[in-house]
């Protein structure tokens, strides 16, 4: 009987044969935790009676939600995850390194692996074909000490995209547009599998944008077959010998089949306050907005700068507007630096943020005020979520977030290219 | 039997409504923590919630971040089970995981305020106030071994492995 690719993945780990709904116990490629959720990680653990964990070199650590720390609360905890780290020997990533999600991709996450992190958006790494979930402290915290968890296979949907992009459109759009359609819980428990023409020549930064938005769908995994693109990508890393094919079986069975057209798609935008309330861009055209926010495990990577770069160039941000990028790591940063991407940004009126996850989640770097709006290309615009439950948020593209940066309005990229 | 009273919320109640990001600096101090719990979706709802109450909420309760901030503190004001319509998928183990029952049901029936006896067992609630009585979904297998134990710290405490 043919496989889903998270059958395939779960069948592989767990040594049996793992079909949609049954429960397996399978061992972890990578755990991993975040310096919002990693202290109560480290309490877990140490509560369980653990005194080693069962892979230090499968462990890592991240310091990205606060970094650098705002205050001493956060610091303290910053603290007590070095010192876990320095105990343990595990894999620790530090103030400045960049988003845990990013560095998972670029540095740890292999096709065919099964990762689990102490944060929703370790989702992300599917975009390489890894089965990759999110889940919380005392998960992760029995996953440190005992190198592996159960899970319950998930069903899957499979989504067919085809059609060429049309100008002024992508990855994030076609994200927004299928959780919009359906519902922030229309995938709950569930594997969302990406396939077709289109994904088949797609970049991996825009498989990891639409991997990374999967749960905000409720869905426990999005996928991706590892295939040349993942390749290529895995040999610019200096990691080509981690690479292996990943496909799901032509006779798989799946839940749904969704065909999206993506020719068909325009700007589109989700509104205040959950990711499903879309709309297109041009329907909110005139829409003010005080802070434009570029950057995150969403849309924090290079090709996200390039885009908002190459239309802000030469432009200025509305007197009215602050655009603040944050780049998802250091290696981001470095190569926006030396294409010049950065310069451009700054020229325009950008505000540089070190990497990390910025002003996503209202720690810090970009907390909005009573009744302002921001055009954010983060994944969620949860009442609060950026600091202030008074205040709006509006998810697109980085080609979205640059044209409204512009004109201080929600702008259809189109208008301004 | 669980007994205590329904506090009504929405759909969609985010883990940002629970515990903010705003207040990740107090996620080392619980109880402060605590102190705001459910803030975002009602100011007033950690001054009024006394030991045995009843979170009812409509769909996709819990949904957002993996912080298990937001199912510890729910638990730590002394909430007694969740109720609602659906939950996200990361909040349902964490809850379990902390030994919070966490009960599907048809929601719409029961009123803000209305007084509850929840059966884990029978695996029913009882609205006091206005008589509807409701039945909720089973819990899976594998999370009813974890719950029955606790949670998922002493459930691995006492077995040492996952025994499913």
């Keep these: 009987m043919g496989k889903t690719l998270a059958e395939k993945i779960l069948s592989q780990k767990s040594g049996s044969d793992a079909l949609a709904e049954s429960i397996v116990v399978a061992e972890v490629d990578l755990v991993f935790a975040q310096d919002t959720t990693g202290p109560l990680t480290i309490r877990q653990f140490q509560t369980s009676g653990f005194e080693h964990l069962a892979n230090p070199n499968k462990t890592a650590l991240f310091l990205d939600h606060a970094a650098p720390s705002p205050n001493y609360g956060l610091s303290s905890d910053h603290i007590l995850l070095r010192r876990f780290a320095q105990q343990t020997s595990c894999l620790i990533f530090d103030v400045g390194d960049g988003i845990c999600h990013q560095l998972v991709a670029e540095s740890l996450a292999k096709p065919g692996d099964i990762i689990i992190g102490a944060d929703s958006h370790t989702v992300t790494a599917g975009g390489l074909g890894a089965f990759a979930t999110g889940m919380g402290s005392s998960d992760i915290a029995i996953a440190f000490g005992l190198g592996k968890t159960w899970f319950r296979v998930p069903e899957s949907i499979k989504v067919v995209v085809t059609g060429n992009f049309p100008g002024g459109v992508y990855a994030k759009d076609l994200i927004l547009h299928l959780i919009g359609n359906i519902g922030a819980n229309g995938a709950t428990y569930k594997a969302l599998e990406f396939s077709g023409d289109t994904v088949d020549s797609m970049a991996m930064s825009q498989r990891f944008t639409i991997a990374n938005m999967a749960v905000e769908a409720g869905a426990k995994a999005g996928l991706f077959a590892a295939d040349n693109i993942t390749k290529d990508y895995l040999i610019s890393q200096g990691r080509g010998n981690h690479y292996q094919s990943v496909f799901p079986d032509a006779d798989a069975t799946y839940e749904q089949t969704i065909n999206i057209d993506v020719a068909e798609l325009e700007p589109t935008i989700s509104k205040p306050h959950t990711v499903d309330n879309i709309v297109l861009a041009r329907e909110l055209k005139g829409t003010e907005i005080q802070q434009v926010f570029l950057g995150t495990c969403t849309n924090g990577r290079l090709e996200d700068l390039a885009i908002a770069a190459n239309i802000l160039k030469g432009k200025k941000c509305h007197p009215e507007t602050r655009l603040i990028v944050a780049p998802a790591s250091r290696q981001v940063l470095l190569a926006a630096i030396k294409a010049g991407y950065i310069q451009k940004l700054i020229k325009a009126g950008a505000v540089i943020l070190p990497p990390g996850c910025g002003a996503c989640l209202g720690l810090h770097q970009g907390v909005l005020g009573d009744g302002e709006s921001c055009l954010s290309t983060a994944n969620r615009n949860f009442r609060g979520r950026m600091g202030n439950p008074r205040a709006f948020i509006y998810l697109g593209s980085p080609a979205t977030a640059a044209a409204t940066a512009i004109t201080g309005k929600i702008t259809d990229p189109r208008e301004v290219v | 039997m669980l007994t205590g009273r329904a506090f009504k919320f929405g759909d969609n109640i985010s883990t940002d409504h629970i515990t903010p990001g705003r207040l990740a600096h107090l996620r080392s101090n619980l109880p402060e923590l605590a102190k705001h719990v459910m ?53 349902f183990r964490n809850a379990i995981n902390l030994g919070l029952p966490v009960l599907i049901c048809d929601t719409d029936k029961i009123n803000d305020g209305d007084k509850l006896e929840v059966d884990l067992i029978a695996g029913t609630v009882n609205d006091i106030t206005n008589g509807n009585r409701l039945t909720f979904s089973q819990i899976p297998e594998v999370m009813l071994c974890i719950l029955g134990e606790g949670g998922l710290i002493p459930y691995i405490k006492k077995y040492g492995d996952f025994r499913l």
């Design chain 2, 39 to 91: 803030e975002d979706a009602d100011p007033t709802f950690a001054s009024r919630v006394t030991l045995g109450d009843f979170i009812v909420a409509g769909a996709n309760f819990g949904l957002g971040s993996s912080r298990e901030h937001a199912p510890l503190v729910i638990n730590m004001v002394g909430v007694s089970a969740i109720l609602a319509k659906s939950v996200a998928r990361i909040f």
